[in-house]
Nanobody, 128 residues
């Protein structure tokens, strides 16, 4: 069975850090770009970052790029999202998703509707 498991969320104080993990199984991990998204209550799902092959990494929010870093370990079928200097507005459910890299030179995609597999989210709450 295809599984994407996001973990590492929790309650953290303003200015704190968390590292989220997304561990995959049931599909050929190396063939997929992995994206991180988040959704706050009452808001639309927002793309944060994506990592594909090699240097294929994209960040979709300039403000978050200064504080969030995506990385990938294919040996562990895991993608990480390091989040530093967290703010109350970062409070949301965080999700990872897999997007099949259908061609050489595949570029990470921002549109969450294009992703093939989704995991359950992990909740992040930042207190002020």
């Amino acid at each position: 069975d295809v599984q994407l498991q996001a973990s590492g969320g929790g309650l953290v104080q303003f200015g704190g850090s968390l590292r989220l993990s997304c561990t995959a199984s049931g599909f050929s991990f190396d063939d997929y770009a992995i994206g991180w998204f988040r959704q706050a209550p009452g808001k639309e799902r927002e793309a944060i970052a994506c990592t594909g092959n090699g240097d294929g990494t994209a960040y979709y929010n300039k403000a978050l790029k200064d504080r969030f870093t995506i990385s990938r370990d294919n040996t562990k079928n895991t993608v990480y999202l390091q989040m530093n200097n967290l703010k109350p507005e970062d409070t949301a459910d965080y999700y990872c998703a897999a997007d099949l890299m259908r061609s050489l030179g595949f570029v990470c995609r921002r549109d969450h509707r294009l992703y093939d597999y989704w995991g359950r989210g992990t909740q992040v709450t930042v207190s002020s």
